[in-house]
Every structure is written in structure tokens, then in C-alpha cells.
């Protein structure tokens, strides 16, 4: 069983969500999202820089340890954000 945790700043719960869905994923009724070998956790919070809030969401995924190397990666690219 591999567990990874990921703290993804700039991108919100829904906008997470929808990823993962994207992923394979389905939201289940205690707010997780479960996919083929993985299970992910979200976690709502802030992040505070330079006076600005941004949305922070730490996603706990736990699972096959390639599923989960799978969905990481996936969300990563979909989560990145270009600089500017």
C-alpha cells in the first residue's frame, strides 16, 4: 500500500475534484474520490503570501503503488500552472 501526499496551492476543492474525476475517479459520500487502486483525501485550507490568501488543497492518496504514481502524475499536469 504507498500513501503520498501532495499541497496544491492556486487550484480549488472543485477544481481538484474535477481533476481526479477526470482521472477515473468517482466522489464517494465521505467526501473522498476513489479511483481504479487509489483512494484521495482532500483537505481545504489556505495559503498566505505576501498579504494575498490563496486556496490551498492537500490531497492524501493511498492505493496500488503504481495507481497511485498514475494518478499523481496525472494530477500534477493537469494542476500545473505556467509561470508568467
Do not use: C, N
Request: glycine share 14%; no cysteine.
Amino acid at each position: 500500500m504507498e500513501r503520498v501526499t501532495l499541497d496544491l496551492r492556486g487550484s480549488t476543492e472543485q477544481q481538484i475534484r474535477s481533476y481526479l474525476e477526470a482521472l477515473g475517479g468517482v466522489s464517494q459520500p465521505d467526501g473522498s474520490v476513489a479511483g481504479p487502486g487509489w483512494t484521495a483525501r482532500l483537505t481545504v485550507g489556505e495559503h498566505r503570501a505576501f498579504r494575498i490568501v490563496w486556496p490551498r488543497v492537500v490531497i492524501e492518496f493511498e492505493g496500488d503503488p503504481d495507481a497511485v504514481a498514475a494518478v499523481e502524475k496525472g494530477l500534477r499536469l493537469r494542476a500545473m500552472r505556467g509561470g508568467g
